[in-house]
């Protein structure tokens, strides 16, 4: 007689997190803080004899784009998947912003993939592209793809994807215990 007392479910955590994070960001990040420095200097030090129309320009513009870039940069440095018994939740950055919450009923099946590069997805960050899909991509390297049941495809760079998709394929086809013979 075999005992039912123990689910036949493996032995994976309740939630299961995992990460992804690309230090090149940082460099990117320390351009925005350049070109921040740049417009400040200029509306400090400036002579202002040119005019102000064109240093008010300059300024705004380094100050603007050094935000751009810098927060653009910072909200893509990490990439951070939860998977519990009824969701798979995506944050990206130190903010969680963006954020992409998918109810596992959504989701049709997950695959891992080794090789996910941001060359093919049009570069870093939250992506879309019509015969692709949508994608969180922060580095390259192994990712997992979750196929939705309305057809769409969603693609995250994570480390150890196997075992993200490990758990999300056991989530959506959960082990009944045997039958009692």
Same mark, same amino acid.
């Given at each position: ?15 299961? %997190? ?19 420095? !740049?417009?400040?200097?200029? $509306?400090?030090?400036?002579?202002? %004899?040119?005019?102000?129309?064109? !240093?008010?320009? $300059? ?7 050094? !935000? ?16 519990? &018994?009824?969701?798979? /939740? ?20 997950? &695959? ?18 019509? /015969?692709?899909?949508? $994608? ?11 196929? !939705?049941? #309305?057809?769409? %495809?969603?693609?995250? %760079?994570?480390? #150890?994807? /196997? ?14 215990? #045997?039958?009692?013979?």
């Amino acid at each position: 007689m075999r005992d039912h007392s123990r689910s036949a479910r493996p032995p994976y955590p309740d939630v299961w %997190t995992g990460r992804a994070t690309n230090r090149m960001q940082w460099l990117l990040a320390l351009i925005g803080v350049a070109c921040m420095t !740049l417009g400040i200097v200029l $509306a400090l030090d400036s002579a202002w %004899t040119t005019g102000v129309a064109p !240093l008010v320009m $300059a300024v705004v513009g380094c100050i603007a784009a050094g !935000l751009l870039v810098l927060f653009g940069t910072l909200a893509f440095v990490h990439v951070a998947l939860r998977v519990d &018994e009824d969701h798979l /939740e995506v944050r990206c950055g130190h903010m969680g912003v963006p954020r992409r919450r998918i109810p596992l009923s959504h989701v049709a099946g997950a &695959e891992f993939v080794p090789h996910v590069t941001p060359r093919h997805w049009g570069g870093w960050g939250y992506r879309w592209r019509p /015969e692709k899909g949508t $994608a969180v991509v922060v580095r390259r390297g192994e990712g997992l793809v979750l196929r !939705l049941w #309305d057809g769409h %495809t969603f693609t995250i %760079t994570v480390d #150890d994807a /196997e075992a993200a998709v490990r758990v999300i394929r056991d989530r959506l086809h959960p082990h009944r215990p #045997d039958p009692v013979h």
